[in-house]
Every structure is written in structure tokens, then in C-alpha cells.
């Protein structure tokens, strides 16, 4: 006999103003993966780390128009904005890309946990297991940059690697409290309110 588990959905919401007060309702024990959150937060990293010439070389500001796909650039040969699959493929490309490979997972983690205020992180792997075996427009999109040479220099001879780090930012898992303090971290010029 075969039975079904019922799926377990958790509600959380949580605030951190930039003086550090916080409020918080439902779930807020379960980290949660960070998804689009981490193409954020490494955007506003690679921002500081490359500077705004450099981002700009790389990445269009402009939104996707809906009839294009995420394999389109913009008109200036770009991927549309990092808040596309593309863009925040190219965007974890930008992050430590000075750092050797095997590095670069510990230090985007260290600047997380400074970034939450030393709140607990951790990676769900279920979601990058899923990531590495169904995120074929994602796939495509890097293997796609990586032909039509759109990729910073040195990244196309290690892009299962760059896919990896990618997958495993975004499956790097939060409470919504540690994402609150994150989020008033970003908003208080990069100082932890707490």
C-alpha cells in the first residue's frame, strides 16, 4: 500500500527595520531556500566587489519583453536585467570571480551569514538536487552565454562548476527572520542593524 505524505506548506513573515526592530509571524523556525533572494543579495555583492562599469558591461537594465525568451539578449548584445534566469547566472558568475572555484561557496557563505547578522544558514539540498537535474532553461541560458561568449573571461572553461555555484547559492536555505535582517542590511548602506 502506497501512501501519500501530505505536503507540509509554512507561512512566514518577518520585518527588520534598519534600527534593528523586528517582528515576526508564522513559521519562522523552517529555513526556507533563498531562490530569487540569493540572485539579489549576489547582485548587490558583485555591484561592490566589480563596481557599476563592470556590471553594466555584463548585464542590461531594461525588463524582458514578454514575447522573448530567456536565450534572448537585449540590443546591445546583454542578457536582459539580472532578475532573468540569464542575468542571475551571469550575476553568481560576477561574485568572487577572482576566488578559486572550491572556494568561492565558503566565502559567499560567510558574506551571508554577515549579511543576516550571524543568523543560521544552511543548504537544502533537496532543491539543489532538483536545481542540478530540472533546471534545463537555466542550463540552457548558461550554456547558451557561454557560446555566444557573453561569459567574463575564464568562467566558459569551468561552467559545470559555475553552474554548481549557482545552484548552490540559490538553494542556500534562511530563516525569514535572517532574510528581514538581510534585507535591512541592504537597505542601511550594508550595516547589520542588530
Same mark, same amino acid.
Given at each position: 500500500?502506497?501512501?501519500?505524505?501530505?505536503?507540509?506548506?509554512?507561512?512566514?513573515?518577518?520585518?527588520?527595520?534598519?534600527?534593528?526592530?523586528?517582528?515576526?509571524?508564522?513559521?519562522k523556525?523552517?529555513?526556507?531556500?533563498?531562490?530569487?533572494?540569493?540572485?539579489?543579495?549576489?547582485?548587490?555583492?558583485?555591484?561592490?566587489?566589480?563596481?557599476?562599469?563592470v556590471?553594466?558591461?555584463?548585464?542590461?537594465?531594461?525588463?524582458?519583453?514578454e514575447?522573448?525568451?530567456?536565450l534572448?539578449?537585449?540590443?546591445?548584445?546583454?542578457?536582459w536585467?539580472?532578475?532573468t534566469?540569464?542575468?542571475?547566472?551571469?550575476?553568481?558568475?560576477?561574485?568572487?570571480?577572482?576566488? $578559486?572555484?572550491?572556494?568561492?561557496?565558503? @566565502?559567499?557563505? +560567510?558574506?551571508?551569514?554577515?549579511?543576516? !547578522?550571524h543568523? #543560521? *544558514?544552511c543548504?537544502?539540498?533537496?532543491?539543489?538536487?532538483?536545481?542540478?537535474?530540472?533546471?534545463?532553461?537555466?542550463?540552457?541560458?548558461?550554456y547558451?552565454?557561454s557560446?555566444?561568449?557573453?561569459?567574463?573571461?575564464?568562467?566558459?572553461?569551468?561552467?559545470?562548476?559555475?553552474?554548481?555555484?549557482?545552484?548552490?547559492?540559490?538553494?542556500? $536555505?534562511?530563516?525569514?527572520d535572517?532574510? @528581514?535582517?538581510? +534585507?535591512?542590511?541592504?537597505?542601511?548602506? !550594508?550595516?547589520? #542593524? *542588530?
Amino acid at each position: 500500500m502506497m501512501r501519500r505524505r501530505k505536503s507540509h506548506h509554512t507561512v512566514s513573515l518577518a520585518l527588520c527595520t534598519v534600527d534593528g526592530q523586528r517582528l515576526s509571524f508564522g513559521d519562522k523556525e523552517t529555513p526556507h531556500p533563498l531562490n530569487a533572494c540569493a540572485t539579489m543579495f549576489n547582485y548587490c555583492l558583485a555591484h561592490a566587489q566589480n563596481g557599476p562599469e563592470v556590471m553594466l558591461h555584463y548585464l542590461g537594465k531594461e525588463p524582458k519583453p514578454e514575447d522573448k525568451g530567456e536565450l534572448t539578449f537585449n540590443s546591445d548584445g546583454k542578457v536582459w536585467n539580472p532578475l532573468t534566469k540569464s542575468g542571475a547566472f551571469m550575476t553568481s558568475c560576477l561574485v568572487f570571480r577572482e576566488m $578559486a572555484v572550491e572556494e568561492r561557496l565558503d @566565502a559567499l557563505h +560567510a558574506f551571508y551569514d554577515t549579511l543576516s !547578522g550571524h543568523e #543560521p *544558514l544552511c543548504c537544502d539540498n533537496l532543491s539543489y538536487n532538483f536545481k542540478r537535474s530540472y533546471a534545463h532553461e537555466e542550463i540552457g541560458a548558461a550554456y547558451n552565454l557561454s557560446s555566444t561568449q557573453r561569459l567574463p573571461r575564464g568562467t566558459s572553461e569551468f561552467i559545470a562548476e559555475a553552474l554548481d555555484f549557482h545552484f548552490q547559492s540559490s538553494s542556500t $536555505a534562511m530563516t525569514s527572520d535572517a532574510c @528581514a535582517v538581510s +534585507a535591512a542590511t541592504l537597505a542601511n548602506n !550594508g550595516i547589520c #542593524p *542588530l
